[in-house]
């Protein structure tokens, strides 16, 4: 051993030693034998090259090295201090919700903090599980929710996923948009009738690619159109803004943000649903994410969130692991 591999109980036992002059004393304050103390030090001098104490049979005194190595051992043993109180308990479990407004990963969060009181669960809105899910894989973010067929199977194997529901998906229409007549307003809009439309879903979005892919399956064959990419937009206020500048539908679930001078409608005939699940990477144990995961199942058992009505659509993804039994 050299003096860059010294345990912290050796510079405890320097400093008790140092602080009562005794060695019978020391080793009573650290509830070890007065050898096995003696044995500390003296293995605590080999690795420092050097005498800490002089000892007689009636006094033991600091020598100039030992009193050099007082202000750094306490320093040492500080930090070491720090270090236990930082993992002493379960640290806040960080959880992306996609958007900060109603959700159903909102309804999951606040089902988890009721089921663990004392567990620390920290929202976060990193908007998209592309990019939240690669935050997951890399030890940043703990836990996300989304569309977890939609990501690059190499970041999907580096994760554990939980279904948890089957979302309904809306469009947001602005007011004064065709589709947003008076007397339909707020209700049932077939797909059929977007056929012509360019709807807005994340495309040019990094963070959303999981989302664009969803989309593009839904439209396909059906006359709808991707629009293009639009600024990337930040908060309520902002993307009701670009939203009404761009005047495309934005495809959005059902539960999403009731927004001011827009009309949310449920999309029907058939009903798309969105499979959401929740991910964390693999091997990661927490017991906000044990509180969660029981969240999830006694939602989804309670609201039936994993039931497919007759006549729904799904990605084909989703329908492959319903045929498998998933």
């Not at 591999?5 to 650290?30: G, K, M, N």
């Not at 077939?190 to 990094?206: C, D, K």
Request: overall charge neutral; glycine content about 8%; aromatic content about 6%.
């Amino acid at each position: 051993m050299n003096a860059r591999d010294v345990e912290p109980r050796l510079l405890r036992s320097f400093l008790v030693v140092a602080e009562e002059l005794h060695f019978t004393r020391a080793a009573a304050r650290l509830y070890i034998a007065q050898q096995a103390l003696s044995r500390d030090v003296r293995r605590l001098e080999e690795a420092l090259g050097a005498a800490l104490f002089v000892r007689t049979t009636r006094t033991v005194e600091l020598t100039a090295d030992g009193e050099r190595l007082l202000a750094p051992a306490r320093r040492v043993l500080a930090a070491y201090e720090e270090l236990a109180g930082v993992f002493a308990g379960p640290r806040p479990l960080l959880v992306d919700l996609n958007t900060d407004g109603p959700s159903t990963a909102r309804t999951v969060l606040e089902r988890a903090r009721e089921l663990a009181p004392d567990c620390e669960l920290m929202a976060r809105f990193e908007s998209g599980l592309t990019h939240a899910a690669a935050e997951v894989a890399a030890g940043r973010l703990d836990v996300a929710f989304g569309y977890v067929d939609g990501l690059e199977p190499a970041l999907r194997a580096r994760l554990d996923h939980a279904p948890v529901r089957y979302e309904p998906l809306a469009v947001l229409l602005p007011d004064g948009h065709p589709l947003a007549g008076e007397q339909q307003h707020g209700g049932p809009l077939p797909v059929g009738a977007l056929a012509g439309e360019r709807v807005y879903a994340g495309a040019g979005n990094p963070r959303t690619l999981e989302w664009t892919r969803l989309a593009r399956e839904l439209f396909e064959g059906r006359g709808i159109a991707l629009a293009p990419p639009a600024p990337v937009a930040v908060g309520k206020d902002e993307f009701r803004r670009v939203m009404v500048k761009t005047r495309n539908p934005v495809l959005a679930t059902v539960d999403f943000v009731d927004m001011p001078g827009c009309v949310k409608r449920p999309l029907t005939d058939p009903v798309p649903l969105s499979p959401l699940s929740m991910v964390w990477r693999k091997g990661f144990r927490h017991p906000g994410l044990d509180a969660l995961r029981r969240a999830v199942a006694h939602l989804a058992d309670g609201r039936g969130w994993l039931d497919v009505p007759t006549g729904s659509w799904l990605p084909a993804a989703a329908l492959t692991g319903l045929s498998n039994g998933g």
